[in-house]
């Protein structure tokens, strides 16, 4: 079955970093979504791909659909206290439902 | 605008009981998935309904199991019996299918099966 790969895992940092992370999948998909998830709550959509190679920014957050089409990244530049959480990628095939990376959780340190 | 709605929040029951989590999409989303997350699996799909009918419960663990969605306004997910590996959290999400893919997710409810 589909498969995603999220990493890193866990990622500690200072508040003013940059942090990177990034997501392949098995198969081909035509949908790259990343949410963020605070404690206690359900995830949120942060940001919606839907063409290879399309590059989207939501203040400073950039994330990137893969020319390959199995592969996303999400960027976040200067990072706040608030920006600690999980943040998932999810995608989908057409005709299916998302399925979603493990996650990556952040702490920012001030 | 009110977002996907779940009860309880919290459950906590004992082995052997029966548990049922109910949720009500947004109003004119016409999609409702089951998610379940736990630390070791991260987020699973359960099962998900369009305009009522289920399409894909693959993700269903098992028999004890079993998820309706009687109309376009509510959805239960019900365990029978409950198991202490069920204890997770589960979440409803809904999207109004327009091929975006993008879902909304309730806050989800807390469940621990001693």
């Known amino acids: 079955g589909q498969q995603l790969n999220q990493s890193p895992q866990s990622m500690f940092i200072q508040e003013g970093e940059d942090v990177s992370m990034n997501c392949t999948s098995s198969?081909?998909?035509?949908?790259w979504l990343w949410y963020k998830q605070d404690p206690g709550e359900g995830p949120v959509l942060l940001i919606a791909?839907?063409?290879?190679?399309e590059l989207t920014s939501n203040g400073r957050l950039t994330a990137q659909f893969g020319i390959t089409r199995k592969d996303s990244f999400l960027n976040i530049s200067a990072s706040i206290p608030s920006d600690v959480g999980i943040y998932f990628c999810?995608?989908?095939?057409?005709?299916?439902?998302?399925?979603f990376g493990k996650g990556t959780t952040l702490s920012v340190s001030s | 605008d009110a977002g996907v709605i779940q009860s309880p929040r919290h459950e906590v029951t004992e082995m052997g009981q029966e548990v049922t989590l109910r949720c009500k999409p947004i109003?004119?989303?016409?999609?409702l998935f089951w998610y379940r997350q736990t630390m070791m699996r991260g987020l699973e799909l359960l099962i998900y309904?369009?305009?009522?009918?289920?399409?894909?419960d693959s993700g269903m663990p098992e028999d004890r199991f079993s998820a309706k969605m009687p109309n376009a306004s509510f959805s239960t997910l019900k365990i029978q019996p409950s198991e202490p590996r069920d204890s997770a959290v589960y979440f409803c999400?809904?999207?109004?299918?327009?091929?975006?893919?993008?879902?909304?997710f309730g806050e989800g409810s807390r469940l621990t099966v001693l």
């Open positions: 999400a809904s999207t109004d299918n327009s091929n975006t893919g993008e879902l909304f």
């Open positions: 198969s081909i998909f035509n949908t």
């Open positions: 309904f369009n305009n009522n009918v289920p399409i894909d």
């Open positions: 109003s004119g989303h016409n999609s």
């Open positions: 791909l839907y063409k290879a190679g």
């Open positions: 999810a995608g989908r095939e057409a005709g299916t439902a998302l399925i």
